[in-house]
């Protein structure tokens, strides 16, 4: 088979535009994923390959787990994986593209900036390739440049340097498709896909790169991951454009577990099906103006969901957006009600991190609402409560709903599946 992970030194230095390029040469014959929890790269990623992206996390999975993971889902010709923010930004959790590229040993391509630069490029490689030993770093890509000579002398630098390392080609600086183009915003034109495609890969070697991604196909022996029967209940999952943060697996996990499970718009103001017992609604985003204007009128949603609530053999879930749903208000922007909680939007995020607790549930937080009240939930983590507004699993709970900011990865979360959705 065939793999390979897209890094670089840091963010904002071409691996979106290097990914997206090689997914959409490779169109549905490839499989995207994501290091990191990041949800808004795989819906790119899933837009521009035609496939279903994966998020790899080495701190909210074990080694084995992700492993489990990347095999499981690597079922097409070619998988190629976007790294997060630099190389080893993540080490001190174990969950850089450094470590997840390493585990699964498949080859790393840099995306190196070579803009005002020549030999220095191969001292800042020299500095990355040495920082950690047996790292997975086999090629390059050099992006910003300016002429065929600019690369040349680069590249010339790069293999006298190095004996292990290829330099697969160049990106020009400037370049016309990207101008006035947000990346994974919009690029529903399937032409400019094309346009960017052609001119991103104009000047590299595409067999080189199928040639460096070369590697053995790891078969999965056993499941990592605590079993859970599949039980006789139906789930209706709350997703679309406002409530659109869901991990591909997570999803694939509940359709295991439960006898069925159907998706509901809100923005089109679909209803809860009767006949569901369980209800998950996804994070995503109310908070907004132009996020809220899709869903203000919904009300048949609204209603069918708060009826729901008032069925106490019935559960509702909810990540971070679903949570503020389920308030009362964000920002004077009234919500359903269905929990006594109000939230403001605050104009810095309140919380960006990992969270553990003694049981081993992981998870992440990224809001930049807050309660306008803390005392009134809890830490899902800790179950105690917290009132300075410095923990980022904040919960609300009544009855048979729950809310919260924590992410989680239902696979090895399988403590909170069986107690708010089961």
């Given at each position: 088979m065939r793999a390979l992970c897209i890094s670089a030194i840091a963010s904002?230095?071409?691996?979106?535009?290097?990914?997206?390029?090689?997914?959409?040469?490779?169109?549905?014959?490839?499989?995207?994923f994501k290091i990191g929890p990041d949800y808004i790269d795989p819906q790119f990623h899933a837009k521009v390959s035609k496939n279903p992206s994966i998020n790899l996390d080495t701190y909210m999975m074990n080694k084995k787990q992700v492993?489990?993971?990347?095999?499981?889902?690597?079922?097409?010709?070619?998988?190629?994986?976007?790294?997060?923010?630099?190389?080893?930004?993540?080490?001190?959790k174990?969950?850089?593209?450094?470590?997840?590229t390493k585990l699964l040993k498949i080859p790393t391509v840099l995306i190196l900036d070579g803009a005002g630069s020549y030999i220095t490029v191969s001292a800042v490689l020299k500095g990355l390739k040495s920082y950690k030993k047996n790292n997975t770093v086999k090629a390059v890509v050099l992006n910003n440049l300016s002429s065929q000579s600019h690369y040349e002398l680069i590249k010339k630098q790069i293999e006298k340097d190095f004996d292990d390392v290829s330099v697969c080609g160049w990106i020009e600086k400037n370049l016309e498709s990207l101008e006035g183009t947000h990346l994974g915003l919009d690029l529903?034109?399937?032409?400019?896909?094309?346009?960017?495609?052609?001119?991103?890969?104009?000047?590299?070697?595409?067999?080189?790169?199928?040639?460096?991604?070369?590697?053995?196909?790891?078969?999965?022996?056993?499941?990592?991951?605590?079993?859970?029967?599949?039980?006789?209940?139906?789930?209706?999952?709350?997703?679309?454009?406002?409530?659109?943060?869901?991990?591909?697996?997570?999803?694939?996990?509940?359709?295991?577990?439960?006898?069925?499970?159907?998706?509901?718009?809100?923005?089109?103001?679909?209803?809860?099906?009767?006949?569901?017992?369980?209800?998950?609604?996804?994070?995503?985003?109310?908070?907004?103006?132009?996020?809220?204007?899709?869903?203000?009128?919904?009300?048949?949603?609204?209603?069918?969901?708060?009826?729901?609530?008032?069925?106490?053999?019935?559960?509702?879930?909810a990540e971070c957006a679903g949570l503020l749903y389920l308030g009362k208000e964000v920002q004077n922007k009234p919500m359903s009600g269905i929990?006594?909680?109000?939230?403001?939007?605050?104009?810095?995020?309140?919380?960006?991190?990992?969270y553990i607790n003694e049981q081993n549930i992981k998870g992440h937080s990224f809001h930049y609402?807050?309660?306008?009240?803390?005392?009134?939930g809890f830490d899902i983590l800790?179950?105690?409560?917290?009132?300075n507004g410095k923990v980022g699993s904040?919960?609300?709970?009544?009855?048979?709903v729950f809310g919260t900011y924590l992410h989680t990865m239902f696979r090895n979360n399988t403590t909170l599946v069986k107690k708010y959705l089961i």
């Open positions: 904002n230095q071409g691996k979106t535009i290097l990914t997206t390029a090689l997914l959409h040469y490779f169109r549905n014959n490839v499989r995207a492993k489990w993971l990347f095999n499981h889902y690597s079922d097409q010709k070619i998988s190629i994986c976007e790294g997060v923010m630099g190389f080893y930004d993540g080490l001190n174990g969950c850089s593209a450094y470590d997840v529903d034109d399937i032409n400019k896909l094309e346009f960017i495609t052609i001119e991103v890969l104009k000047h590299i070697d595409i067999d080189l790169i199928k040639k460096i991604s070369k590697i053995k196909k790891q078969k999965n022996k056993k499941y990592p991951f605590k079993k859970i029967e599949k039980n006789d209940k139906k789930l209706a999952i709350v997703y679309d454009s406002n409530f659109s943060f869901l991990y591909w697996d997570n999803y694939m996990f509940l359709k295991q577990i439960f006898k069925s499970v159907v998706l509901v718009d809100s923005t089109k103001d679909e209803v809860i099906p009767q006949d569901c017992n369980s209800v998950y609604i996804c994070g995503g985003y109310v908070e907004t103006t132009k996020a809220y204007e899709k869903i203000k009128n919904s009300n048949s949603f609204k209603n069918s969901l708060i009826q729901h609530s008032f069925n106490k053999d019935k559960k509702i879930y929990l006594d909680v109000e939230f403001i939007l605050q104009e810095r995020f309140a919380r960006l991190g990992y609402t807050v309660p306008v009240d803390y005392s009134k800790s179950k105690t409560k917290n009132g904040w919960s609300n709970e009544s009855k048979n």
